[in-house]
């Protein structure tokens, strides 16, 4: 069973660019049926899909924050990294990585226990 921890500063500047890892335990990146996916939730409201990674390299963000989104695997087969540009104080929230699955219709199957992202000056 893989096991997903989110890494990064806790604190970021307005204008910045917000960088987080997610380190994988017992898995790997390129794993078939695997979309490794970056979920954030501001205080206060729901959950937001930022977008994701494919085991195959594909990726996707979700369109209200494509121009500022990167996601993309890290130097080893363990790790994939979000990048977030331009920040602003509404980009505060707890931020997560997680497994999708796809084969038998979209379902999140493992998460990390989150990392809280504040921006401020």
């Known amino acids: 069973q893989v096991q997903l921890q989110e890494s990064g500063p806790g604190l970021v500047k307005p204008s910045q660019t917000l960088s987080l890892t997610c380190t994988l335990s017992?898995?790997?990146?390129?794993?078939?049926?695997?979309?490794w996916s970056w979920i954030r939730q501001p205080p206060g409201k729901g959950l937001e899909f930022i977008g994701y990674?494919?085991?195959?390299?594909?990726?996707y963000y979700n369109p209200t924050l494509e121009s500022r989104t990167s996601i993309a695997r890290g130097t080893s087969k363990n790790q994939f990294r979000l990048q977030l540009s331009s920040v602003t104080p509404e980009d505060t929230a707890v931020y997560y990585c997680?497994?999708?699955?796809?084969?038998?219709?979209?379902?999140?199957?493992?998460w990390g226990q989150g990392t809280q992202v504040t921006v401020s000056s």
């Open positions: 997680a497994r999708m699955t796809g084969n038998s219709g979209w379902l999140f199957t493992n």
């Open positions: 017992g898995g790997s990146v390129t794993t078939d049926d695997s979309y």
């Open positions: 990674i494919a085991f195959s390299g594909r990726t």
